[in-house]
Structure formats: structure tokens, C-alpha cells
Nanobody
Framework: QLQLVESGGALVQPGGSLRLSCAAS??????????MGWFRQAPGKEREFVAA???????????YYADSLKGRFTISRETAKNTVFLQMNTLQPEDTATYYC??????????????????WGQGTQVTVSS
């Protein structure tokens, strides 16, 4: 059974950095038809797309980001650890949210849409505050 477990959320001061991890089990990140995504949801707001990564060959990944987060967030994967990461830099209070890892069994388009992802982790809390 496919499972995703996020970790790395914490309380951090504005301007700080965090790296979130999403450990996958029940499937292999080396398979070529998965897309992994990160979403976030702040209290009272809808879940929003953060970043996605899909791989089309052993050595070629495609990464995508919400326009507002480009340059600050980086998504990557480490196949040997079956883990996807989200590096977040220059964090701001508006980045405060629960961050979710998600997976879908296709490398097609629509990766920004939460409903296209069939598998979700439990979420990890990121709080940016002084």
C-alpha cells in the first residue's frame, strides 16, 4: 500500500530556512510515471499548489512551482532514499501552513490540481514567526 510520511516542519523565524522531507513506501520513486507534489493549507484557506516534480528518465527531472514561490522553494528527489524534499528559503509569515506531500500515478499535466493526486501524507506544520 502506498504511503507518504512528511517530516521537517518546525517553528522558524522570518528569513529562515527549512527542508521538508516526504518518505514514500509502497512504490518506488524510480518508476517513470509518478508525479510528486507539495501543497500547503493555511487556516481558513484552500489547499494550494506549492511545487511538483516528475521524471521522464533516469537523469532528467521536470520541476514546477507556484509563481509566487519561484526562487525561494526547491523540490528535489533522492531515489535511493525513496524521498522527495522541499527546500524552503527566506521564509515569511505568509508561508505559515500545513504542508502536504502528494503522489499521483501519472506524469501528465494537471500537476497543480490537488484533486488529481490520489495519495496524501498526513501533513507537517510550518510556522514562520518571530
Amino acid at each position: 500500500q502506498l504511503q507518504l510520511v512528511e517530516s521537517g516542519g518546525a517553528l522558524v523565524q522570518p528569513g529562515g530556512s527549512l527542508r521538508l522531507s516526504c518518505a514514500a513506501s509502497g512504490f518506488s520513486l524510480s518508476l517513470d510515471y509518478y508525479t510528486m507534489g507539495w501543497f500547503r493549507q493555511a487556516p481558513g484557506k484552500e489547499r494550494e499548489f506549492v511545487a511538483a516534480i516528475r521524471w521522464e528518465s533516469v537523469s532528467s527531472d521536470s520541476t514546477y512551482y507556484a509563481d509566487s514561490l519561484k526562487g525561494r522553494f526547491t523540490i528535489s528527489r533522492e531515489t535511493a532514499k525513496n524521498t522527495v524534499f522541499l527546500q524552503m528559503n527566506t521564509l515569511q509569515p505568509e508561508d505559515t501552513a500545513t504542508y502536504y506531500c502528494a503522489a499521483r500515478g501519472t506524469s501528465g499535466n494537471g500537476y497543480t490540481v490537488a484533486l488529481t493526486y490520489a495519495y496524501w501524507g498526513q501533513g507537517t506544520q510550518v510556522t514562520v514567526s518571530s
